[in-house]
């Protein structure tokens, strides 16, 4: 079984910046693409970025393209996502996820999720 942890969540001033960390264990050998996704109070869960393990290949929802960065570190088994020029509308819980073999834009093509941690953006 994987476990999935975010790290580096917060509080931070429209302009700013933050970096999220995922750290995996009870690794299977056999991830695909991992990803970052967000849910806003009253809204679908919806896509912000992935990454092919193996390749390092980098996929953007539009909304963050530009302004994040994903990156992942595989001897570390970590992954993470740097967040600049933070904007209100970025706040939300933020999730990493794990795909085996599928991915990388839709949720259900994820079969691994972290607990979420909370990025708040403030005017």
């Known amino acids: 079984q994987v476990q999935l942890v975010e790290s580096g969540g917060g509080l931070v001033q429209a302009g700013g910046s933050l970096r999220l960390s995922c750290a995996a264990s009870?690794?299977?050998?056999?991830?695909?693409?991992m990803g970052w996704f967000r849910q806003a109070p009253g809204k679908e869960r919806e896509f912000v970025a992935a990454i092919s393990w193996g390749g390092g290949s980098q996929y953007y929802a539009d909304s963050v393209k530009g302004r994040f960065t994903i990156s992942r570190d595989t001897a570390k088994n970590t992954m993470s996502l740097q967040m600049n020029s933070l904007k209100v509308e970025d706040t939300a819980v933020y999730y990493c996820?794990?795909?085996?073999?599928?991915?990388?834009?839709?949720?259900?093509?994820?079969?691994?999720w972290g607990q979420g941690i909370q990025v708040t953006v403030s005017s």
């Open positions: 996820a794990e795909s085996t073999g599928l991915g990388p834009y839709a949720p259900d093509h994820y079969d691994y």
């Open positions: 009870g690794r299977t050998f056999s991830t695909y693409v």
